[in-house]
């Protein structure tokens, strides 16, 4: 069974940290893209940052130069560093997967990814 667990989410005052992390099982996501998501209250579900297999990457605007996507192939992980966090922050963030390859490879979307983890809780206070 294929899972994707996040942790790593908290409560945290406006300008702080946080460092989310994904865990894979059951198969590995070496080849494939990966990505954190977000979602508010009363709101969509939106991108947030990308990697792809060779480590290229990419950030919606909003948190270009504050969040930083990574990957560990080798321990087959998903991080995403979250410095000077902002009260519009606050969402809870997914992890996702990629399983399979795409002719429409758009890492923006939802429905590019296979996989999601169950999410983690950021609160960010003013």
């Known amino acids: 069974q294929v899972q994707l667990v996040e942790s790593g989410g908290g409560l945290v005052q406006a300008g702080g940290s946080l460092r989310l992390s994904c865990a894979a099982s059951?198969?590995?996501?070496?080849?494939?893209?990966m990505g954190w998501f977000r979602q508010a209250p009363g709101k969509e579900r939106e991108f947030v940052a990308a990697?792809?297999?060779?480590?290229?990457?990419y950030y919606t605007d909003s948190v270009k130069g504050r969040f930083t996507i990574s990957r560990d192939n080798a321990k087959n992980t998903l991080s995403l560093q979250m410095n000077s966090l902002k009260p519009e922050d606050t969402a809870v963030y997914y992890c996702?997967?990629?399983?399979?390859?795409?002719?429409?490879?758009?890492?923006?979307?939802?429905?590019?990814?296979?996989?999601w983890g169950q999410g983690t809780q950021v609160t960010v206070s003013s």
């Open positions: 990697i792809r297999p060779n480590h290229v990457t």
């Open positions: 059951g198969r590995t996501f070496n080849n494939y893209p």
């Open positions: 996702a997967a990629q399983g399979r390859s795409r002719s429409n490879n758009n890492l923006f979307l939802l429905s590019t990814y296979d996989y």
